[in-house]
Nanobody, 120 residues
């Protein structure tokens, strides 16, 4: 099992930047897909960015070119660099970990979330 703790959320003006961090404990993240989801009021939780165990990444179209996800396995941490933030990026951001194993339902873990608010 993995425990995930996010940090770095806050209030930022449109066009600004934030870096979210997610510290994992309980297991080494080298064997996990790691990423970020977000959920705004009235909307479904959506995938923002994810990085595989091999380092490949996927991004939501809405953030591609602005956000960067990266991982530091030595620190058991995944980051989300957010640039050129827009008011529509305002959401609670959740760290996510998915065990990279052969299973129908690989174990998934979630952080408690961190609020990101982008003012116009």
């Amino acid at each position: 099992q993995v425990q995930l703790v996010e940090s770095g959320g806050g209030l930022v003006q449109a066009g600004g930047s934030l870096r979210l961090s997610c510290l994992a404990s309980g297991d080494t993240v080298n064997s996990y897909w790691m990423g970020w989801y977000r959920q705004a009021p009235g909307k479904q939780r959506e995938l923002v960015a994810i990085v595989s165990v091999g380092g490949s990444t996927n991004y939501a179209d809405s953030v591609k070119g602005r956000f960067t996800v990266n991982r530091d396995n030595s620190k058991n941490t995944v980051y989300l660099e957010m640039n050129a933030l827009k008011p529509e990026d305002t959401s609670v951001y959740y760290c996510y970990a998915r065990r990279a194993i052969m299973a129908i339902r690989p174990p998934e873990y979630w952080g408690q979330g961190t609020q990101v608010t982008v003012s116009s």
